[in-house]
């Protein structure tokens, strides 16, 4: 069990007042806040860094006061000075810009340029991306684009020593001062950005810490990327908020996880995309899959004080295996983005594969037309008998929109997003009611429906069944052309390392799985791409425009091809004989043009 919270003097919710508060109180003052490698920052260390790296911002960009806010972008990686920049733009009244590090040519320049930041800090090796967009930046002046180790040796310069303690700035802060903009993925069009104002991000801390239960030792482990929600508020701001501490690493990789909980001590992990299943791979690799040996070395090693994880996208047969493994108290799966208008938290005891009880009563499953979905039916096998009827899009019915406080200078986005009443999340989902309770259950995005044979199912869905496979840690579905009407499914799956794909076995579990695993019959897949790797998001999600882009074109797609036939008991290679006599089938129907847009 967590320690209670530390119980700090009344402070308004500004993360300027709370970063304050925290250094002045006796019990944190001298507490670890901050650890990175052999690096340590107390809350009394984190608070004359944000001071000082908020006198620097006023001395490059002038005082904030009553104008509009200075705004400082960021392409960075985990770091301290990350944190503490975060820590100087509360301080000063700033808005701070999380630029994500993948970004790269027109789309980081048309970022920049949106955000009207007029000091960058960006990672060293990234220098070169940002230097083939240079002339295209229009607010940015060149003394005002630095490394990461030219902002530190512009902070001695500029203000004195790290040892220097200053008193805040003055400068104009509330609770509705916008802190820091978030961005989307951005898949698809520029990203969009995120409001996240003073009283959002503490908001975030307190309910998260008190809806898992951390306290003062809590020790967070942020591998995720800070300029992303998930570990801003799911980690720091959680264990800002009661007194904690946080382990960083640059980036998220499988095979530092373990060393580095065990190091920090680390308590709560939080995770987005995929890396449940890079961790439960590297763990596999290191101990050869012996269970024995993972139970001695991992799960019930004195180092390891891992007790929760706090996240979204992972499976429930990852989640079975990674509390088992890790030796978790419990795994609150969530649902929720960065714009904060809807979140539900999955407990122990919830339905298997949902991702928690929906508690506001204004968050409903609608329809197309705005009708309300039916809750979900489950059949003998478990299966929805009455999909189409159940799944709809997950939004919010109310005059007001939670924690959303709308897209950064993107009034279309804005009015997109909330229209007539109503928050549209873009998400497909379906409830199950139990006990009078209702469940939410995540069945993708709304442009991640797959329509088949006059039906519309989520492509999300399929990925999780096919990733059921002892052999298949992640797969994504997809949509791609049919010569007769609307889409046939395509799948790209990714094995296990070692691990060679069998066809036969593979139609024969896909078999299995409509007969007692919960899949529809017109969710088998028509092709499969069997990949090396995939691409992703910079939040570790995988990229699927791209896969969707090339669908089964062998012209286009290097990695093995297999599909089938009506009457085919096994999947068959892909050839491109095959490929052009579909050509031809396509060509007959007047429907070319789909393969080659």
């Given at each position: 069990?967590?320690?209670?919270?530390?119980?700090?003097?009344?402070?308004?919710?500004?993360?300027?007042?709370?970063?304050?508060?925290?250094?002045?109180?006796?019990?944190?003052?001298?507490?670890?806040?901050?650890?990175?490698?052999?690096?340590?920052?107390?809350?009394?260390?984190?608070?004359?860094?944000?001071?000082?790296?908020?006198?620097?911002?006023?001395?490059?960009?002038?005082?904030?006061?009553?104008?509009?806010?200075?705004?400082?972008?960021?392409?960075?990686?985990?770091?301290?000075?990350?944190?503490?920049?975060?820590?100087?733009?509360?301080?000063?009244?700033?808005?701070?810009?999380?630029?994500?590090?993948?970004?790269?040519?027109?789309?980081?320049?048309?970022?920049?340029?949106?955000?009207?930041?007029?000091?960058?800090?960006?990672?060293?090796?990234?220098?070169?991306?940002?230097?083939?967009?240079?002339?295209?930046?229009?607010?940015?002046?060149?003394?005002?684009?630095?490394?990461?180790?030219?902002?530190?040796?512009?902070?001695?310069?500029?203000?004195?020593?790290?040892?220097?303690?200053?008193?805040?700035?003055?400068?104009?802060?509330?609770?509705?001062?916008?802190?820091?903009?978030?961005?989307?993925?951005?898949?698809?069009?520029?990203?969009?950005?995120?409001?996240?104002?003073?009283?959002?991000?503490?908001?975030?801390?307190?309910?998260?810490?008190?809806?898992?239960?951390?306290?003062?030792?809590?020790?967070?482990?942020?591998?995720?990327?800070?300029?992303?929600?998930?570990?801003?508020?799911?980690?720091?701001?959680?264990?800002?908020?009661?007194?904690?501490?946080?382990?960083?690493?640059?980036?998220?990789?499988?095979?530092?996880?373990?060393?580095?909980?065990?190091?920090?001590?680390?308590?709560?992990?939080?995770?987005?995309?995929?890396?449940?299943?890079?961790?439960?791979?590297?763990?596999?690799?290191?101990?050869?899959?012996?269970?024995?040996?993972?139970?001695?070395?991992v799960t019930e090693h004195p180092r390891n004080k891992l007790r929760h994880a706090v996240g979204n996208g992972a499976s429930p047969v990852d989640i079975d295996k990674f509390v088992k493994w890790l030796g978790l108290e419990d795994m609150f799966e969530l649902y929720g983005s960065t714009e904060a208008?809807?979140?539900?938290?999955?407990?122990?005891?919830?339905?298997?594969?949902?991702?928690?009880?929906?508690?506001?009563?204004?968050?409903?499953?609608?329809?197309?037309?705005?009708?309300?979905?039916?809750?979900?039916?489950?059949?003998?096998?478990?299966?929805?008998?009455?999909?189409?009827?159940?799944?709809?899009?997950?939004?919010?019915?109310?005059?007001?929109?939670?924690?959303?406080?709308?897209?950064?200078?993107?009034?279309?986005?804005?009015?997109?997003?909330?229209?007539?009443?109503?928050?549209?999340?873009?998400?497909?989902?379906?409830?199950?009611?139990?006990?009078?309770?209702?469940?939410?259950?995540?069945?993708?995005?709304?442009?991640?429906?797959?329509?088949?044979?006059?039906?519309?199912?989520?492509?999300?869905?399929?990925?999780?069944?096919?990733?059921?496979?002892?052999?298949?840690?992640?797969?994504?579905?997809?949509?791609?052309?049919?010569?007769?009407?609307?889409?046939?499914?395509?799948?790209?799956?990714?094995?296990?390392?070692?691990?060679?794909?069998?066809?036969?076995?593979?139609?024969?579990?896909?078999?299995?799985?409509?007969?007692?695993?919960?899949?529809?019959?017109?969710?088998?897949p028509d092709f499969l791409r069997v990949v090396r790797d995939f691409e992703y998001t910079g939040t570790q999600k995988v990229l699927v425009r791209e896969l969707k882009r090339v669908h089964f074109d062998p012209r286009r797609v290097s990695d093995p091809l297999y599909f089938r036939e009506r009457g085919?008991?096994?999947?068959?290679?892909?050839?491109?004989?095959?490929?052009?006599?579909?050509?031809?089938?396509?060509?007959?129907?007047?429907?070319?043009?789909?393969?080659?847009?």
């Open positions: 069990m967590s320690s209670a919270p530390m119980q700090f003097p009344p402070a308004p919710l500004t993360v300027r007042d709370q970063i304050r508060v925290r250094a002045e109180f006796p019990a944190s003052a001298d507490k670890v806040f901050l650890m990175h490698d052999a690096r340590r920052v107390t809350y009394r260390g984190f608070r004359d860094e944000s001071s000082r790296v908020a006198h620097f911002l006023n001395g490059r960009l002038g005082k904030s006061g009553d104008a509009a806010p200075p705004h400082v972008a960021m392409l960075l990686e985990n770091h301290v000075e990350l944190l503490t920049l975060y820590g100087g733009c509360a301080v000063a009244g700033a808005t701070l810009f999380g630029v994500n590090t993948g970004l790269r040519g027109e789309t980081l320049a048309g970022v920049l340029n949106q955000s009207r930041s007029r000091l960058l800090v960006v990672e060293e090796k990234l220098q070169p991306e940002v230097e083939r967009i240079r002339r295209d930046l229009r607010q940015i002046a060149p003394e005002n684009l630095m490394t990461l180790p030219e902002f530190v040796a512009a902070l001695d310069a500029e203000v004195g020593p790290a040892a220097k303690a200053l008193p805040f700035p003055d400068a104009k802060v509330t609770p509705q001062t916008n802190l820091m903009v978030i961005y989307t993925s951005g898949t698809t069009g520029l990203p969009k950005g995120i409001n996240n104002n003073h009283f959002k991000l503490c908001a975030t801390g307190i309910g998260v810490s008190q809806n898992t239960g951390m306290g003062q030792d809590t020790i967070g482990y942020a591998c995720m990327p800070l300029f992303h929600s998930n570990s801003m508020f799911v980690c720091l701001m959680p264990c800002f908020w009661v007194g904690g501490a946080v382990g960083l690493r640059e980036r998220f990789s499988g095979s530092r996880f373990v060393p580095d909980v065990f190091e920090y001590g680390s308590t709560v992990w939080n995770y987005v995309g995929e890396p449940v299943h890079y961790v439960l791979a590297a763990i596999e690799r290191e101990y050869g899959g012996d269970e024995a040996r993972i139970r001695r070395e208008a809807i979140s539900t938290m999955r407990r122990k005891g919830d339905p298997r594969g949902s991702v928690g009880e929906v508690t506001d009563a204004q968050v409903r499953i609608l329809r197309e037309d705005g009708r309300e979905c039916a809750p979900a039916e489950l059949d003998a096998d478990g299966k929805i008998a009455n999909y189409d009827a159940a799944v709809g899009e997950i939004c919010r019915v109310s005059t007001d929109t939670g924690l959303f406080q709308g897209y950064f200078d993107n009034a279309e986005a804005n009015a997109s997003k909330y229209r007539e009443g109503t928050y549209h999340s873009g998400d497909l989902g379906h409830v199950l009611v139990r006990d009078g309770k209702r469940f939410l259950f995540f069945d993708g995005r709304t442009d991640d429906w797959i329509r088949k044979d006059g039906e519309n199912f989520s492509a999300l869905q399929v990925a999780r069944l096919l990733s059921e496979h002892p052999d298949v840690p992640l797969a994504a579905a997809y949509g791609v052309p049919c010569s007769v009407s609307d889409e046939l499914v395509m799948a790209a799956i990714k094995l296990r390392e070692g691990a060679h794909f069998d066809p036969k076995s593979f139609f024969d579990f896909c078999e299995r799985q409509i007969s007692a695993g919960g899949m529809d019959r017109k969710w088998f085919d008991s096994s999947f068959r290679p892909f050839t491109a004989a095959d490929w052009d006599r579909l050509r031809e089938v396509f060509r007959k129907a007047e429907r070319l043009n789909l393969l080659e847009r």
